[in-house]
């Protein structure tokens, strides 16, 4: 099976996430970077809902998902960068929300082919996105 990487924080876990991760396993095996706590709070300052071993560890119960690593705590953008060279994927996979061309630049100079997703919710379901739920959370 092909080797699919995917990042991100995966703090609030909602369905938009899971339909995220069954959309990248149809490509191959999943193994996610999970963005640490002290990356979170580098990038987004903010402190996460559930720290990162209970987000791991949420992860990991998925179908979807074959291994699950955290991050460095580097708070850049390409935080994921050294678990490249030890995971050797063959497809990077990205939200369309979270593409840019300095990641894909850097994720083809590896010989890693990027795919982007459209962000289809699963069946009926509504879209969904952490930023979405905060802000309904904080009204």
Not at 42 to 71: P, S
Not at 88 to 115: H, L, W
Request: proline share 4%; glycine share 8%; net charge neutral.
């Amino acid at each position: 099976m092909p080797k699919v990487f995917v990042s991100g924080c995966f703090d609030v876990l909602h369905s938009g996430h899971i339909a995220f991760l069954e959309e990248a396993a149809s490509y191959g095996d999943v193994y996610v970077s999970l963005g640490s706590d002290e990356t979170v709070w580098q990038l987004k300052n903010r402190k996460t809902m559930y720290n990162e071993q209970e987000r791991k560890y949420m992860l990991e119960a998925i179908r979807y998902v074959k291994a699950v690593y955290i991050g460095p705590d580097t708070g850049k953008i390409l935080d994921f960068a050294p678990l490249l060279d030890e995971i050797k994927p063959d497809i990077f996979f990205v939200n369309e929300d979270g593409t840019g061309d300095e990641k894909k630049a850097f994720v083809e100079s590896k010989g890693i082919r990027y795919v982007t997703s459209s962000r289809i919710p699963h069946g009926n379901l509504p879209v969904r996105s952490t930023t979405s739920i905060r802000q309904t959370i904080g009204k």
